[in-house]
């Protein structure tokens, strides 16, 4: 297996989502509005970003279980065994998340953003924005 | 500066692009198919993923300058500097590709994928599953 270069925290994820089990499975079911905080060397790297700007968050799900290939999806047992690239499960080789969100605000290195699914703490690693007419 | 675990390359691009000076900046502008070798370890991931399929492949940009935190967009010096997380320049602190495509077809560990605009050797980080109706 082929290691690549590490991921640095680029700022983290200030939620009232504590745990997994509170956190709605996307943004879009109903998940509350989050702060960014961003690492203040990146500063530079947020010019131009507005409110009101369509953004994709990425973020490393550090919760997750890397080691999972297959599950079933929504945790339905009901649902047939799928592989891990077929679904948007957490628990996968590179639990990178991918969250796209209206920037509310922006206040120096702080961002507010919603709605965003991800828990208090998660480390974000990029900010896109999102592309016409497709991510 | 926080570091995060590595990522570990999960299959690589094969691609008619040799190079970025080729490579269209976004699949939509003119990008060529190209077929994703899965690492055998990962076949169970892919359970579930057909032909006509619209993904998102993240990959890792390994041609890329992380230490860049401001562009002119498109490389256009008469745009205004703007930072990286406001752009989809490649250049940026985590170069994490986010690449939609259909799945053409699906052979064993060989995807084949379109169009996409990452060049030959890219590695391939994840890939998931398009929601609806948003990525």
Known sequence: MRELPRLVS??????PLRSRVDAPR??????????????????????GICAGDEMLVLTWLHEAD?????VHPRDDPSRPLTGVFATRSSDRPNPIGLHRVTVRG????ELSVGPLEAIDGTPV???KPVLRPQP
Chains 1, 2 share one sequence.
């Open 10 to 15: 680029i700022g983290v994820v200030r939620s």
């Open 26 to 47: 996307q943004g879009s079911e109903g998940a509350p509005d989050a702060r960014i905080f961003l690492e203040p060397s990146y500063a530079d790297a947020l010019r």
């Open 66 to 70: 890397r080691d999972v290939l297959e």
């Open 106 to 109: 922006i206040d120096g290195l």
């Open 125 to 127: 690693v990029d900010l």
